[in-house]
């Protein structure tokens, strides 16, 4: 298969199992592929959710100088407002609660920000519907 499209986006990453743990556990990502760059020895991860084509790229680093700040965030659509809940409550106990839950309607949803061991933003989401916007745009 030939990869068309937006296949991922890459993140400076200082603690990389601590970042895979975050992203495991917040977006149910898991590590499809990971190695030392051959000419560089640093490490890189590749994580996916399985649902599509598409892989956070961790690639680790002394120090991260800019971040995904909230405006510019990756974003994981949720099963549940439920859901949402419950990994914002998680997020809360661990001081990785930027936003609380917010219903901001249609089609924004239902929403949250999580902050990620390097300060990279996550929204949660539930409601978006951005799969049937794409498929009513086809």
């Known amino acids: 298969m030939i990869d068309v499209g937006l296949t991922h986006v890459a993140l400076p990453v200082t603690d990389i199992e601590q970042s895979i743990q975050f992203y495991s556990d917040y977006a149910q990502m898991q590590v499809i592929h990971r190695r030392l760059d051959a000419d560089t020895g640093v490490a890189v991860v590749w994580l996916s959710d399985r649902t599509r084509p598409f892989v956070i790229v961790l690639i680790q680093t002394s120090s991260v100088n800019s971040v995904l700040s909230p405006l510019a965030h990756l974003g994981v659509g949720c099963q549940s407002r439920e859901f949402v809940n419950a990994l914002c409550e998680k997020a809360r106990q661990e001081g990785v609660l930027l936003q609380e839950p917010k219903d901001s309607g249609y089609p924004?949803?239902?929403?949250?920000?999580?902050?990620?061991?390097?300060g990279h933003t996550l929204e949660l989401s539930y409601g978006q519907e951005i799969g049937l916007t794409v498929e009513q745009t086809r």
């Open 108 to 118: 924004i949803g239902y929403w949250a920000f999580l902050r990620d061991p390097d």
